[in-house]
């Protein structure tokens, strides 16, 4: 095999083996570690430049907590604190949001118990295929990115189409299936304030379909031998057009803030929601797609599920900047795009590098 094309220096072909391996075992991270691993395996490893730049000095910032429990009366309040963080750091805390706080650890149990069964029974799921609704994987960008992230994820597409319950492991079905159905009730609220944030009216966002489908990532973090010279996961920002994530007590989401990085805290019974890229687009610009990563940890193993609004593949639908929001001083900064082929370039892509939407602003 000609190494060109996989890096061109001697050391790419070993890599790619390495990866190649490390795919095969369709063990994921959590294999590694189960094998009884000290050291980090070369392909998690950042490259030095990247380690010597990153700037750990801590901020002072605190990410906005936003208590939902006014929203059924005067909702003006909770309209500002929505756009307010919207509109600057693009990601908050949502408090007395509807979700019981029952769900929320029933669906962090499943979460974990499914990547802990037993390797034979897991491996089933285990499959690069973009076609499939259920995937347990790790690293869905690992043949792609410089540098494999510490992290396996149970990925599941939960709508536009309803999932089947079956095709989900006992062990994490029924609280994936509630859950579910829980967060699609949370979505739509969210939408309606950021519709009204945005100054439309409030069922605008989801007449455009932003809360007709969503996938749910189950992601696991398994203790690290090292975890300063990898992450958790790489610096993004999200591709869909808003995230709820709940994540454990352990702590290692962090946001880029005006160059920092700020540590997004674990709140209890609270959910994280950002801003994906697709809202920024729609929105002009207006509301913002925050670049954030995970960072690896002693501790663990760390558990998260994230629920990403967005219509599944391949949709036809096409969106660009939402006219109403267009005027002559704010003229329109994306195409208008086919959300598949967005779908298509972020996937691609990878985590890490320049934000997806750079390849969609309109030359000017
Ligand atoms: C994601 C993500 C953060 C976390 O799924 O896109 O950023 O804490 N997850 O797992
Ligand atoms: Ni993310």
Redesign the pocket.
Known sequence: MSVAGTGGVSTSYNRLQQLKSFDESKAGVKGLVDSGITKLPQIFIRPPEELAADNQTPSQFTIPVIDLKGVSGDRSKVVAAVREAAETVGLFQVVNHGVPLKVLEETLTAAREFHELPQEVKGEYYTRDKMKKVKYGSNFDLYRTRYANW?D?LFCVMGPDPLHPQELHLVCRDAIMEYSWQIKVLGSLLFGLLSEALGLNPEYLESIDCAKGHSI?C?Y?PPCPQPELTL??TK?S?PGFL?I?L?DHIG??QVLWQNQWIN?PPVHAAL?V?IGDMLQLISNDKLKSVE???VANHRGP?V?V?C?FTLDNPSQRIYGPIKELLSQDNPPLYRDTLLQDFNAYYYNKGLGGNSALDHFLLQR
């Open positions: 992290r994820t990532l992601h973090y958790g996961t993004h999200d995230t994530l994540q290692g989401l997004v994280v950002n954030h990563r995970v760390r998260s994230a990403f």
